[in-house]
């Protein structure tokens, strides 16, 4: 049966807005016009009143991390408690007490950001970590996902001493007295997950139902997720195994496009011999691009830059991989036929990740890769020229805006400071621009980075605009979060846009974003989100 949408403001992916359309088995068949809607839908059709309601192609982030955020809810939230150190441990002892963990079991949190601290603007360290317990392991992670710190409980659990070798492409950080400080970087942070307890494949659908279940309140119908490093204990198989059991049992409410993060060239010749690669899966469940990790975060200085900090002389940040390393993965990916995404936050790794592209391309050349660049944040315009020229994607989070106004001068300088985060700049030139929120990094708030894109200043707005030639116009802002997205998995002909023949997953919104006050976006409510033209979240 045919359901006809009508008196709504309805954005199909082009201006002006029109009124109606039609869905039959999960997609739309038609949008236009009132009348015109009613004679595509048929005198038998279910016609349901959107009231005036505005609604566009549901929102696509296009790059998070859905089973770490399921993961994320089920741990201490320090997201909103991280005016202080003394607030974060506050609120891990209060998670401690509530939770009645059995002896000698890890206490989590993740969200800290020192940053914000009032108190003293530093890093914890398991000095104070041990006041939340010395009888429990406990980790948090920053809001960046690029650091996180133990107690002495949890580094006597996992053997790390100050004779333990550094790991290559991270660290973990020596106190004044000699001995480890409990606080871990990069790479250097497996030598903790390695020794937290394994979930199940029960528990992985667990965390992945949760989190699709917050997306959709959110309004998000896809994600382009990396999801196979969210457990150092749990191979990516185990991972591929919960999506589809969730699909076969009828419970997925977020369309999945995995960024498979394998950190081998040895990984990635097994992934190609089982048979997976760009574009295996279905509408559902599908496989995208290899992710790798170049660099680290701003906040937590591990991008790795091109010079030195302008907050820490002598100190240019992270890389975890060598030239060589990212030549040997990138090579093998494109040689395959597979896209390629790469963290990429520093301008400084940004060079080595181009150079790869350009010898993995000159190799062997593709007319439609669609390799990319995530997040694309410190650059200088030599470096957009080249990312033009290859035809790269980038995967932005215009929603960071809303923490990195703050301190991107700071950390890297006046001069790489306006050239950065040039996402206006790079769609103006035909770049593919995506927005995403790199959820649980931030809550995945489509509609709050929607408004970061559009003001370029914070969502509370007591800084910026920064660099405001940058901004989105709305409508730019709502593609980067659709049509663009899908762009990005090679779905521009199923979703993205509300157009005859593609997924029905729509979102109506209780505001037209095009007249809101763009400082007010962040605040339009989610009315109703639908996937396959089934309703899965109503408010």
């Not at 497996?190 to 992985?204: H, T």
Request: a negative charge; aromatic letters at 10%; one cysteine or more.
């Amino acid at each position: 049966m045919r359901t006809l949408y009508e008196n709504g403001r309805v954005y199909t992916g082009q201006l002006p807005l029109t009124e109606a359309f039609v869905v039959e088995d999960g997609r739309f068949v038609f949008a236009g016009g009132a009348e015109q809607a009613r004679l595509a839908a048929g005198p038998e059709a279910q016609v349901v009143d959107l009231e005036g309601a505005f609604v566009c192609a549901g929102f696509n982030d296009s790059h998070m991390h859905l089973l770490n955020y399921g993961y994320a809810l089920q741990v201490a939230d320090l997201s909103s408690h991280t005016e202080s150190l003394a607030e974060v441990l506050d609120t891990m002892r209060a998670f401690l007490k509530e939770k009645n963990f059995a002896p000698g079991q890890w206490v989590r949190g993740r969200g800290w950001n020192h940053d914000y601290f009032t108190d003293e603007q530093r890093f914890p360290t398991r000095q104070d970590l041990d006041q939340v317990s010395r009888e429990h392991p406990v980790c948090i992670v920053r809001t960046c996902g690029h650091t996180c710190v133990v107690n002495t409980k949890a580094l006597e659990m996992i053997g790390v001493t100050a004779a333990t070798p550094q790991p290559e492409g991270g660290c973990f950080e020596i106190g004044p007295d000699g001995q480890p400080n409990g606080v871990f970087r990069e790479n250097g942070m497996e030598l903790v997950y390695s020794k937290l307890p394994k979930p199940s494949v029960e528990d992985l659908k667990t965390m992945l139902l949760d989190a699709q279940k917050h997306l959709n309140a959110y309004g998000v119908t896809s994600c382009q997720t990396d999801d196979f490093d969210a457990f150092a204990t749990v191979d990516w198989r185990e991972v591929m195994e919960a999506y589809a059991q969730l699909e076969a049992e009828g419970k997925m409410t977020v369309r999945m496009y995995q960024q498979a993060q394998l950190t081998s060239v040895k990984a990635l010749e097994e992934f190609f011999a089982e048979g997976y690669n760009t574009g295996w899966g279905d509408e559902w469940v599908k496989v995208g691009p290899l992710k790798i990790l170049g660099d680290g975060s701003l906040g937590a200085r591990s991008a790795y830059l091109s010079r030195d900090y302008a907050d820490k002389p002598g100190y240019r940040g992270i890389a975890i991989y060598t030239q060589q390393q990212f030549d040997d993965l990138i090579g093998c990916a494109n040689e395959h036929g597979m896209q390629v995404a790469v963290h990429t936050i520093g301008d400084g790794i940004l060079d080595q990740v181009l150079e790869s592209y350009e010898k993995a391309l000159a190799e062997h050349p593709r007319a439609d890769h669609r390799h990319g660049v995530v997040h694309c944040q410190i650059t200088r315009p030599d470096q957009l020229k080249k990312i033009e020229e290859m035809g790269l994607h980038v995967y932005a989070q215009p929603i960071f805006l809303d923490y990195d106004i703050h301190m991107v001068t700071d950390r890297v300088g006046e001069e790489l400071a306006s050239t950065s985060y040039a996402f206006r700049t790079l769609m103006d030139a035909g770049v593919w621009v995506s927005s995403g929120t790199d959820c649980p990094v931030e809550l995945p708030r489509a509609l709050a980075c929607i408004q970061c894109a559009v003001t370029r200043s914070t969502l509370k707005g007591d800084a910026g605009p920064y660099r405001p030639e940058e901004a989105f116009t709305v409508q730019q802002a709502i593609d980067s979060y659709t049509i663009h997205a899908a762009h990005a998995s090679f779905e521009e002909n199923e979703k993205g846009r509300i157009a005859p023949g593609y997924l029905a997953d729509f979102v109506v919104l209780g505001q037209d974003p095009f007249a809101a006050d763009p400082a007010a976006i962040q605040n339009i409510p989610v009315k109703a989100v639908y996937v396959g033209g089934k309703c899965v979240h109503q408010a």
